[in-house]
């Protein structure tokens, strides 16, 4: 695989392949060569390249998976650019370009897609226990409240926060069929910085707080999985209306604790990979030292 995007993100899913076991990391593209993030990869045996895109498409043979951890906007036309060439793309952007996966929702449906997108970390956090909540009970109404601290929101994702609020109500409706759906994101410039966090709030009927509970705690025990720091830390339900809020911490790699919204998202990302990769039966072959190119 390769990873398009030399960002926190990008560093941060080279780091987590580096330990998967049916992942290899064979480049990691950025467009300067002076990018902190490219300079990390070289220090750790990665290979490199600084023509992005272009990059890719001058690889003697196109890679199986690519991350692309740049910008919505962008992504669109790497999609055009890959495609062709057979590659799996799996977006880290909230670009609605391709299939909307939420591995524990339906992970599965990725190995029938050449383009996922991984929605967003609000929606890689809310999802998993609405979905869960929604088999149970009827749900006509849902409020999906994410908060990260500004140094953990990097300027991709400052370039698409209309992306990301429309793209999340639209997982939030495709992947629980409830309609009624309010997404909002806000950017906390809290110091110390705050953790991640979402709260969900819910309408419907014959919310009961046992059953609530259960639904979001076997969700929430399914996500750690392969995200540690998932954590529930309220669940009120009542009659007609539910109550549910989760902190993600980041757990170690290249991302501050604080930063559980990249940490979420990478170890979906790279959960689907893998997911990917054993239908596929691949298996890595013996890494070896990367060198620069350009």
Known sequence: MAVLGAGLIGIDLAAKVARSRALECRLVVARAADTPGLRQARASGLATATDGVGSLLAADEPFDVVFDATNAMAHVEHAGLLGPLGSTLIDLTPSQVGHMVVPTVNGAEAVGHRDINMVSCGGQASIPLLHAITRRHRVDHVEVVTTAASRSVGRGTRLNLDEYVETTQDAVRDLTGVKDVKAILNISPARPPATFRVATSMVGQDLTPES????AEEAAGRVRAYAAGFEITACVAEGERAFVA?????????????????????????????????????????????????
Request: charged share 15%; proline share 6%; hydrophobic share 45%.
């Open 212 to 215: 609530v509970r259960a639904a």
């Open 246 to 294: 989760v902190e993600v911490a980041a757990c170690g790699d290249r991302i501050p604790r604080y930063g559980g919204n990249l940490d979420l998202i990478n170890s979906a990302a790279v959960h689907v990979a893998e997911l990917i990769a054993d239908a596929h039966g691949s298996a890595p072959a013996v890494p070896t030292a990367g060198t620069e190119t350009s």
